[in-house]
Each structure stands twice: as C-alpha cells, then as structure tokens.
C-alpha cells in the first residue's frame, strides 16, 4: 500500500466541538452506512467480486471519517452550534456555578455559535445562550439557578420601574390623564373582544335554599353570562339590615381550593357580617365552571374575556337589585384574582372601591393568560398593571403588597407614582398600601385586616360586629362549610342544566373573531 502522508489541516482546540449528541449523529449516520453494505453483502448478486466489496468498504470507513470530521469541526458553515445541555455543563464548570434544568428542557435545542456567547460574567453568558431560544434562568440564591422557559410577564424590576416611568411622561395634570384613561379605556373592551358586549341571556339566575349562619347567610348563584355558559358563586349577606346593602365583588385567585377554601370563606362572612353583601365567584374554568370547561382552559387567553365579562354580568344583576346600595360597590381578589380587580375597576366606573391583594407590580404583568392572555396591556400604545391601577382615580383603593413576591417594591416606586395620579383630583389620600415585608403570597389574616379596615372607613361599616372586647377583629364565628355545600349544580354536578355549553371548542364558536387556537 502507498504511504498516506499525514494532513497539514491543523485543528484548533477551540474549533473542535466533540460532545456526545454530535457523535450520536455521527454514528447515526455510519449506521445507515453499515445497514446499506450489509444489505449489499448479502445480496443475491453472486457474481460481486471482492473488488467491490473493498471498494464499498473503503467507501464506509472515508464516510465515517468524513462525518466525524463535519460533526466536530467548529466553524461558520454549521455556525459554530452545539447542543444545549453541553454549553449548560461548560457554562457550570467555568463559572463554578449549578443550573437545574430537567431532560424534556434541553432535549433537541441548539445553541448557534456557542463558544461565542460567552462573557466575562455568568449572567451576561447565560442571557447570550438563552435568549434566542426565548429562555432564562431564575436565580434561586448566589450561584444556583434554574432553567425556565421565557417569561414575556415577568420583568427585571428597574426595567418595570423605567416603562412606568415613560408612561408617566404623556400626562402631568387631572386633565391629560383624563384623555388618556378616555384613549385606553375603549381599547381595553376591544382587546378582549367586548367592544360589543354578547346578547345577555334572559334566563333567571340559579339560586339554591339559604343557610343561615351568626349574623349572616349563604346562598349560592348562577348567572348566565352567555347562551350556556355559567358563573357561579356565593353570597354571604348580613341578617339584620336597614336600607340598601354595600356589595363588595370578591373574585377567587389561583390558590387551591378555589372560593372554597376556609380564609376565602371567613373574608366574605366577616364583611357580610359587618354590613356589605360579599359575592364570592370563581375565574373562568376554576372551581365549578370546571364543569364546563378544563382546567388547562383556564390557560388560554380567551379565559380573560370570559371572566372579564362575567364581572360584568354580575354587575348588571347586583346593580338591578332594589336592595343593592350601587353608590357602595366594590372588588377585591388576591393574586390573579388582583389582577381581575384591576381590570375590572379599570373598564367599568360601578365599581367604587377596589383592593387589589398581593397583585399590582409595574414589572410583572400577571403569570397566568387570565391576567395578561389578550393583548391588554397594548391599549393606548402600551401600558402597565400599574397605569391601569390608576384609572380607578379618584375612587377608593388600596393594594396590599408583601415581601416575597411582585408586590415586594410596591411601596418603593409603584405606590408614589399613584399618589401622584390621585394627587391630580386633590385626593392622595384615597389610595393607600399596606406593605408585609415579612409576609407571603397569600390573603392570610394581616391581609384581611387590611381590608376590613379599609371597608369600614370607605363604606362605613359596622367594625364592631366582627371585634372582641379588646377591639381586635374576631374571625372565631364564622362557619366554615364544606366544599359541596357551596356548589350551585349539586355534589356531582347533576343540576347543570341541559343547554350548558360543554368543551373549549364550542366556547371559542360563541367568539368568531377570537384567533386563539
């Protein structure tokens, strides 16, 4: 045989990419290789001469050379890509730091010129190899991170602070802002579909027998909001009243357990039992709209608009109510649930008090589709949970912020900001937050304390039907019920009545120009 000089072809180090997922392929391509002579090997073609044979051999041993070359060579032509998960583990060993992440995660994803991503500082390294796949990394404590998918809702906090403070520069005084709430507030029915609202069904609402508890009652209702489609709640109502009746709108939020969960319940009995109706209702495809729908529904941006108008479609019947004091309507929903108030006190000028719980932040515009799933915060060139916050000016309202969430900097820049829009009405005072440094996301006891207080200075209610002696409020006498005992379509749902509108799909037929599939 002939001497076979070596190559003058040096390989750079830092050129040569050999992980396991390109030598996978690699080997997946000599397979074919092999498969294809050993099929020729074995053909019925006795007259093959050993020739042949070699020459196919030589052929499969050049390929295979010659895909291992293609598969390590970094350069331009395959644009310099590795796999994921190999730059994740040298991105761990050069900066000394751990990345979580699980298999499904990396699976099939590349990183097109790799090697040079990298910087000076871990962070700035992974935003380079992650943004161009719509991924990040949340920072869990120094050095520790895990790999999340792209959260478009959840801002860097100084980004959040700088748009605000951008949309603070189209208004300085009572007027400009009124023409900008008259700008948004419109676009906000179109983004969701509502700039004209569905034909309301004429049906009655659903209401089952009354329960009768110390100093306040239950009754669960549905109400209609579209041909087969049902809202459902409880009311909690005072026994002894004299007059109209302070409504307060008591959305649930994304906690398990739905409105039925023990702190959803005392809420709503201590501000019956102060004086105020409280109608508890569950979120489109949550609690017993699942009946209905999903719970994976409850994810798609189309869940916006039917919660949305199911707030509305509450209004309309509480407002028609001879007993409902309309001057005294207000909203108040922890969580997802706060970002339902927002908007609710935003499109619709009934509601006349609103405390958003554990939910208004300029940098995160809401986890879930039900709070940010249409294209909500594109009105009036743009805006934020905290402009839309705003437009309850110079209504009453008070945010409830704690330290372990996005509310954690309500008091730092988001709160001074709506002191200045209430300021424009001569009413700074009006708005007010209550900020739980040592609390967590939740609408534990200090939370409802907040509201309780913020109630009864608003509407005037009765503080000392719900305090002790010691003038500390006394949540000890409300009943909790359980669970089935709120349901308006019975324990197994055998009540839901017949015309009910059942599966996602035929949902989306009762909104033709919705896009969303």
């Keep these: 045989m002939r001497n ?116 000076a500082n871990v962070d700035e390294t992974l935003a380079n190899v992650l943004s161009p796949l719509d991924m990040k990394v949340n920072k869990e404590k120094p050095g520790v991170y895990k790999l999340k998918e792209y959260e478009y809702y959840r801002w860097e906090v100084q980004d959040g602070w700088d748009y605000l403070d951008s949309l603070a520069t189209k208004y300085h005084d009572k007027a400009s802002w009124e023409k900008r709430k008259a700008q948004i507030k419109p676009e906000l029915y179109q983004a969701l579909l509502l700039s004209q609202l569905p034909a309301k069904p004429n049906s009655k609402p659903i209401i089952t027998a009354k329960r009768i508890f110390d100093g306040y009652s239950v009754e669960n209702i549905a109400l209609e909001i579209l041909p087969g489609v049902w809202i459902n709640g409880s009311l909690y109502k005072p026994l002894n009243f004299k007059g109209k009746i302070p409504l307060v709108l008591s959305p649930d939020g994304h906690w398990e357990k739905q409105r039925f969960r023990p702190d959803c319940q005392i809420r709503c009995a201590m501000i019956a039992r102060m004086g105020a109706m409280a109608f508890s209702y569950d979120l489109f495809a949550w609690g017993e709209s699942m009946l209905q729908f999903k719970y994976e529904d409850h994810r798609r941006s189309l869940a916006q608009t039917v919660q949305t108008l199911g707030g509305i479609r509450i209004l309309d019947y509480f ?157 000890s006498k409300v009943t909790i019920e359980k669970e089935n005992a709120l349901y308006v379509f019975g324990d197994k749902g055998e009540k839901l ?5 059942m599966g996602f799909e035929n949902l989306e037929k009762l909104f033709p120009l919705n896009t969303d599939k």
Excluded at 12 to 31: R, T
């Design 4 to 119: 076979i000089k070596k190559s003058s072809f040096r390989a750079d180090p830092i050129a040569i990419g050999c992980n396991v997922a390109e030598n996978h392929v690699v080997l997946s391509e000599a397979k074919s290789v092999i498969d294809l002579s050993i099929s020729l090997r074995y053909s019925r073609d006795d007259g093959r001469s050993i020739s042949n044979r070699m020459s196919l051999m030589a052929l499969l041993f050049f390929t295979i050379i010659s895909l291992s070359t293609f598969a390590q060579i970094q350069n331009t032509d395959n644009l310099y890509k590795k796999p994921l998960v190999d730059v994740l583990k040298e991105i761990q060993t050069r900066f000394k730091v751990q990345i979580k992440y699980s298999e499904p995660q990396v699976k099939d994803k590349w990183v097109n010129y790799a090697e040079w991503r990298f910087r």
């Design 319 to 475: 407002s028609a109510l001879k007993e409902t004091d309309t001057a005294r309507i207000g909203i108040s929903g922890g969580s997802g649930a706060g970002s339902h108030s927002i908007l609710m006190t935003a499109m619709d000028d009934r509601i006349k008090l609103s405390a958003p719980v554990v939910a208004m932040s300029s940098y995160f515009y809401g986890g879930c589709p039900c709070e940010s799933g249409m294209p909500i915060h594109q009105c009036g060139g743009g805006t934020d949970n905290v402009e839309l916050a705003a437009m309850a000016a110079p209504r009453p309202q008070l945010l409830v912020s704690d330290g372990s969430d996005w509310t954690a900097h309500t008091p730092e820049h988001d709160f001074p900001y709506l002191q200045k829009i209430y300021s424009y009405y001569g009413v700074k005072d009006k708005v007010e937050n209550v900020h739980l440094p040592d609390e967590k996301h939740d609408f534990g006891i200090n939370k409802r304390i907040a509201l309780y207080d913020f109630l009864i200075k608003n509407f005037k209610l009765n503080g000392t039907a719900v305090k002790d002696k010691a003038g500390k409020y006394d949540e």
């Design 497 to 501: 009545p017949k015309n009910a509108v």
